[in-house]
């Protein structure tokens, strides 16, 4: 096993709590991939999986092996960092090779073979000779992945790799560390704070806040059950709406109110058990559509045509809310829009913890959902 498993680790720096008791599992050959806000306790996670800081308690394993005190040359992890860390005196090939003649006893020759290798997995090896200073960013990451690779490590453990890069080249190397990663199924940690980054690339996504794992699965379940209110929003671009209403039931039928504005939840026996009735609906931009005579009323703010969609904002009730509209639609600042949402696509949570109380979808298909008669019946008359 070439896993990684953290046991309730927790580091503090004086009186920030930087990870706060997480628990994560890394299995063997996964690309798991570490997302949260800035400041959120990622890159403090890595360093001490990697040795670099020490935990103030918890346990981490590599391999199967305790190295919860090693130091960081005697666990077998490469780790590859935002600013490359490219040493600026050294030739591309001298970069690459100075971890193997530290980390390990290889001949020349060996060490030779192995850069070979790694080049040509990336396609450097025009570039070998040259110092950092004449490579351009997304070369110099390159070399910094050639630098992690060449080691053939147990664990890759990589920090926000791409984000100096820009948009254009970010999204190519992304599809190059996936196909890398298919090669060579090496087990992978990556962190990022670029939701979209991250959905691509996890085989499952641990969702990060505040020192905490809110929740980790893979990408589709995270953005289609998001077990709190905070993944909710913080998956998706832009993330989901969450409008606070009061919750009114009546048998198996329920409905979420905020002012004049109303909807209601398909099959609501499906709702834990919950005390009082203030609660958070969340709803996706793309999941509300326009509707003559539907139930919710927005006033429009701010549209932004995004060319495949005209993403519109704009306020329900006293809610900023964000729809995605098809693009051209004819929709002006200051317009009052009709919309309605997906009755399989709501979601309830707790307004005081945030916790999932009810995802619509998960209703369907079970033995509390009613299929929809009255528009099967009008769609065959
Ligand atoms: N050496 C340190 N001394 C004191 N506080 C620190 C230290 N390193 C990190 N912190 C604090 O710990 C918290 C988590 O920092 P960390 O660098 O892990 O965040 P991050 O999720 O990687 O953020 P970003 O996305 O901005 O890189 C922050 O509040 C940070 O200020
Ligand atoms: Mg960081």
Redesign the pocket.
Known sequence: MTGITTTDLVKR??D?T?VDGVDLNVREGEFLVLV??????????LRLLAGLESPTAGAVEIADEDVTTASPSDRDVAMVFQNYALYPHMTARENMTFGLKTATDFSADAVDDRIAEAAGILDIEDLLDRTPSALSGGEQQRVAIGRALVRDPEVFLMD?PLSNLDAKLRVQMRAELAELHAELQTTTLY?T?DQVEAMTLGDRVAV?YDGEIQQIAPPQQLYDAPETRFVAEFIGSPGMNTVEGTLKRRGDAAHVTWGENSLSLPSAGAVKPYAGDRVVLGVRPEDLTQEMGGPLSMEVTVTEPLGDSLLTRGVVGDTEMEVSLPPRSAVDVGDVLSLTADPQRLHLFDIETGAALYHSAETVGSDAAEPPVADTQRSTT
């Open positions: 720096f004086d920030v930087a949260g806000p800035s400041g959120c306790g990622k890159s403090t996670t926000e962190v704070h990060m």
